[in-house]
């Protein structure tokens, strides 16, 4: 069954903290990994996208690599207007087009 | 700016009442899609639409129903057989699906329905 699995489902970080958010999956046909950040009653906006292992991408204090089998999502010194809910999703093509989100991680920076 | 604009941003229904969502965009994408946000849960798809006049059922789609008469519409009506429709509903486009691509989602601010 074509899953996406995203831990923790909640993360707390003291600001200046470096930690990782994990998107791990299980998809036949990967077209793309896709990660969004979501902030409280406002739509996702698109971060990253990762075609194939072994491709990093980064913005300002957020790094996404990618396996085989998932994703990280890599905060260095993360600050309060980094707290949001980070979403991944892959997209996927067996005949039709998949795409298949996570229930997200929430992250909390304390200054 | 070119966007996705949903409203209204709060709904409030009443058990049997039908109700829709508007969903309109400026970014000239062929297609769109609504999908349906729950606690706990990762966005699930209720429709999405490649081309005017023709949509498809994703995964949710009982209790809803969608029309694409314009290029930039996508209306979302959340009928009263829709059990348990509460819920964050959001908005998407993107740029015409080819199989060989991943095609990134740009979403609206979402609306958010309560049932009374």
């Known amino acids: 069954e074509d899953q996406v699995t995203q831990s923790p489902e909640a993360l707390r970080l003291q600001e200046g903290e470096s930690s990782s958010l994990n998107c791990s999956y299980t998809v036949s046909g990967l077209r793309g990994l896709f990660w969004y950040r979501q902030d409280p009653g406002k739509g996702p906006e698109f971060l990253f996208t990762?075609?194939?292992a072994g491709e990093e991408k980064e913005k300002e204090r957020l790094k996404a690599t990618l396996t085989k089998k998932e994703s990280f999502l890599h905060i260095t010194a993360p600050k309060p207007e980094d707290s949001a809910t980070y979403l991944c999703a892959v997209q996927a093509y067996t005949g039709g087009f998949k795409t298949i989100f996570g229930a997200g991680t929430r992250l909390f920076v304390k200054a | 700016d070119g966007g996705i604009t949903q409203s209204p941003k709060y709904l409030f229904r009443k058990e049997g009442q039908n109700v829709t969502l508007s969903c309109e965009q400026n970014?000239?994408?062929?297609?769109m899609y609504w999908y349906r946000q729950d606690p706990g849960q990762g966005l699930r798809l209720i429709y999405y639409?490649?081309?005017?006049?023709?949509?498809q059922k994703g995964d949710i789609a009982e209790g809803y129903s969608v029309s694409r008469e314009k290029k930039e519409s996508f209306p979302l009506t959340v009928t009263s057989a829709q059990k348990n429709p509460t819920a964050f509903y959001l908005c998407?486009?993107?740029?015409?699906?080819?199989?060989?691509?991943?095609?990134?989602?740009?979403f609206g601010a979402g609306s958010r329905l309560t049932v009374l």
């Open positions: 970014l000239n994408h062929d297609a």
């Open positions: 639409s490649q081309i005017v006049n023709d949509f």
């Open positions: 990762l075609y194939s």
């Open positions: 998407a486009s993107s740029i015409i699906m080819v199989p060989s691509g991943a095609n990134v989602l740009t």
